[in-house]
């Protein structure tokens, strides 16, 4: 099992800055590929980006490409989510998520475990 718990969340004015973290405990290992995901209110849950196991190939969704980053710290077992020029659209729960294998993808099948979140909260 594989533990993950989410922080960094909070309130912020559009144009502003969060870094999310994701701290991965249990049966860790540098072999999982992570993602995140978000579900804003009365909306489906939705892939953000994704990164492999190594670190070396990351990518994200159209709507965040070029203001978000993803990367990760295996060493501290802890993925990371920088997230620049936010906007009011930005706002949801941010979930982080492992999947036990190389390099993982949009669909959420493809995760083995989940966090619970973290809200982001984006002020206009």
């Known amino acids: 099992q594989v533990q993950l718990v989410e922080s960094g969340g909070g309130l912020v004015q559009a144009g502003g800055s969060l870094r999310l973290s994701c701290a991965a405990s249990?049966?860790?290992?540098?072999?999982?590929?992570m993602g995140w995901f978000r579900q804003a209110p009365g909306k489906e849950r939705e892939f953000v980006a994704a990164?492999?196991?190594?670190?070396?190939?990351?990518y994200y969704a159209d709507s965040v490409k070029g203001r978000f980053t993803i990367s990760r710290d295996n060493a501290k077992n802890t993925v990371y989510l920088q997230m620049n020029s936010l906007k009011p659209e930005d706002t949801a729960v941010y979930y982080c998520?492992?999947?036990?294998?190389?390099?993982?993808?949009?669909?959420?099948?493809?995760?083995?475990?989940w966090g619970q979140g973290t809200q982001v909260t984006v002020s206009s």
């Open positions: 998520a492992a999947g036990n294998t190389y390099l993982t993808g949009s669909y959420h099948s493809e995760y083995d475990y």
């Open positions: 249990g049966r860790t290992s540098s072999s999982y590929a």
């Open positions: 990164i492999s196991w190594s670190g070396a190939r990351s």
